[in-house]
Each structure stands twice: as structure tokens, then as C-alpha cells.
């Protein structure tokens, strides 16, 4: 069992609403990796609650590397909210998993407050394959942008999601890098 890590001191009713959030997500995923989504999702809520945007990753579905659930929720959310600063918002994205590279970049930029992931990185990588990418110190740079981040939520969980997919002989979408 994964202990939680965070960027700030652990808010048990933040926690557990994550907790909830996340369960929830993991719960949906396997009905989108059969449809050929997958295998994260990302979720973003309101302050008060409001699903404001939830949707998988579509890479391959897409042919698109960069529809990574997270940025295609963060996307939805700008779209829904007419706007490319969601800051004025207070929003908290949700995902299964750490964030990679790409989307931490996202998140930055996008204005979000709140980071909620289920499976870390390694984790992801010891079980995929995927290449998460280089991340040095991000809950610190996270913290000094004002952006708050909880992790390791139900990481067993989200494991057997991503064991289910790559069951399924889903492609791990990594490009060919000479060596």
C-alpha cells in the first residue's frame, strides 16, 4: 500500500473526496478501454462539487499523441467555461494516475488549483511501459505556483485498471527513439 503523498498538510475531507472521485473514475475505466480509450481518465470539479469535465485518454483513438486524458479534460473544461484561464474558477482536476511530463504542463498553464492522481509514475511504468517522462521536483514547483497536489489515491486500484489494459493487448504508445 502506497502512502499519500501531498504537497501541503493532508486535509482529510479533501482526501477523501479524491478518494471517492478517483474510485469512481477507476470504476468507469475498463467500459472505455473496451471501446478503445484508455487507460486513464481525468476529472475536473468545481468547488462546490460540479463535474465541470471528465473524459479517458484518446491517443490512439485519436491518432493524437497529446489527448492525454487530462489535457482533453482540461480542454472540455476551457471549452465549457469559454475561457483559456481557468484560474478565476478554483477548479480541481482528478486523475487515475501521476501526470506525465506533457500534462503537468497543462495543468500549470491552464490555471487549475488542485492536482488529485491515483497511481504514481513508477508504478505506471513498471506495468506498461509507458514513458512518463522527466519530472524533477514537480510537487515543489507545484507548490510554489500555488497549485495544491494529493497522490497515490487507491493505487491498487488503479493498478488492476492498467493490468486489465495491457490484458487486453492494448499498444503502449511510445515513440521510436534511436539509442
Request: net charge neutral; glycine share 8%.
Amino acid at each position: 500500500m502506497n502512502t499519500i503523498i501531498a504537497n501541503e498538510n493532508i486535509d482529510d475531507k479533501k482526501l477523501a473526496r479524491a478518494k471517492k472521485i478517483i474510485s469512481e473514475l477507476y470504476k468507469e475505466l475498463p467500459d472505455c478501454i473496451d471501446g478503445g480509450y484508455g487507460p486513464f481518465m481525468a476529472a475536473i470539479y468545481d468547488t462546490d462539487g460540479n463535474l465541470i469535465a471528465k473524459t479517458a485518454n484518446n491517443v490512439m483513438h485519436s491518432k493524437c499523441s497529446h489527448n492525454h486524458a487530462e489535457m482533453n479534460a482540461i480542454k472540455m473544461a476551457e471549452e465549457k467555461l469559454g475561457t483559456h484561464d481557468l484560474s478565476k474558477y478554483d477548479l480541481s482536476l482528478y486523475s487515475t494516475a501521476e501526470p506525465c511530463m506533457m500534462c503537468l504542463g497543462g495543468i500549470m498553464w491552464s490555471g487549475i488549483k488542485n492536482v488529485y492522481f491515483g497511481v504514481p509514475s513508477d508504478v505506471v511504468e513498471s506495468i506498461t511501459g509507458f514513458d512518463e517522462g522527466f519530472k524533477q521536483n514537480w510537487l515543489n514547483e507545484f507548490k510554489q505556483r500555488g497549485i495544491t497536489v494529493y497522490g497515490n489515491i487507491n493505487v491498487d486500484a488503479g493498478a488492476k485498471v492498467l493490468e486489465y489494459y495491457m490484458k487486453q493487448r492494448k499498444i503502449v504508445y511510445n515513440p521510436n527513439r534511436k539509442q
